[in-house]
């Protein structure tokens, strides 16, 4: 009888061990991990194809880093400024703790969300929205002037026509007109004069025949650009004029259109490291000033040449 009972007692007591590290495993894990994990928001402006691939890379990799949830939105092609306040309303009141965002239009996002009250921290990458929020993005500036020095070096090596074409698509973003500012100084400050033109988003294969250069300011125009280029290709004569598209751009069409040589140059910044220091500065509530002072964002020149270096196969293959 004795021997019995001292069997249900063992017994009792390794269920109870058993449930006691169950418990602990559980808690431990899985219930510390929820009560840790904010739910966080990133509204990008449109998503084709892989246009954010990177910058969604390196957020995903904070997003485990930080041990917190995320919530991407994408607008639509056509989307406003309007429609992004939508989502940015909707997050809000959905009890996001911080909202990450790309501006589909720089002044309009601006002037409403300075009219709103704001209990969560918003953070801008890529375009940003005017001195009162902070931006984590590389130098629009100096990538419009890589652009423009660029496509001098090639008149100086080549002497081919000294006509540049900028497509002006996008403008509403401050990082493109930012740009667009520091390829128009810098061609406009060569020895040499250079005509320069402009044009919006709409562009057909004729304009290849008329101009030396074409650069192209965001990566969706890069793209369409590159297309059209290689369409054409084939019923280009030899005595057409050759054109050169200097672009900016990091996705997959783009730099697939380098390799192939549709494109000439294109330049782009690290957005791995933007998306992962978005992320992080949103999730820890770093202010503008700290943002300003301790983030930097850089930008690379690529060639068909420099195409399979080291850094610019790691920034620009995702798969690598």
């Not at 002044?107 to 969300?113: A, D, G, M, N, T």
């Not at 996008?170 to 044009?199: C, F, P, W």
């Amino acid at each position: 009888m004795k021997k019995k009972r001292f069997q249900w007692k063992s017994l009792a007591l390794l269920l109870a061990a058993v449930t006691a590290l169950g418990g602990l495993y559980y808690y431990g894990v899985f219930a510390r991990k929820k009560e840790s994990s904010d739910v966080y928001s990133v509204i990008l402006y449109q998503n084709t194809e892989d246009e954010w691939g990177t910058l969604i890379q390196g957020i995903m990799q904070a997003e485990e880093d930080l041990n917190v949830d995320v919530n991407y939105i994408y607008l639509s092609e056509n989307d406003t400024a309007e429609d992004q306040i939508k989502e940015v309303n909707k997050e809000i009141r959905g009890k996001s703790s911080g909202i990450l965002m790309a501006a589909v239009n720089s002044r309009e996002i601006q002037e409403v969300l300075e009219n709103m009250m704001i209990s969560i921290p918003i953070i801008f990458v890529e375009t940003g929205a005017g001195d009162s929020f902070p931006v984590i993005r590389s130098d629009d500036y100096a990538m419009g002037k890589a652009l423009g020095e660029a496509v001098l070096q090639d008149m100086e090596q080549t002497g081919n026509p000294r006509k540049v074409t900028i497509i002006t698509e996008n403008m509403q973003r401050d990082s493109v007109s930012l740009r667009y500012k520091g390829l128009k100084d810098t061609l406009e400050q060569a020895e040499q004069s250079v005509l320069i033109s402009s044009l919006g988003g709409e562009f057909s294969a004729s304009l290849f025949d008329q101009i030396s250069y074409l650069v192209t300011l965001d990566k969706s125009t890069t793209e369409r650009a590159a297309a059209l280029w290689k369409e054409s290709s084939q019923t280009r004569g030899e005595n057409r004029n050759i054109c050169r598209i200097y672009g900016t751009g990091n996705t997959a069409q783009t730099v697939n259109a380098l390799d192939n040589e549709d494109i000439s140059m294109l330049v782009y910044q690290n957005e791995f490291n933007m998306g992962y220091q978005g992320l992080t500065c949103l999730v820890e509530n770093k202010k503008k000033e700290w943002i300003e002072k301790n983030t930097s964002i850089r930008y690379r020149t690529v060639t068909k040449k420099s195409l399979y270096e080291d850094e610019n196969e790691r920034l620009l293959f995702s798969d690598i």
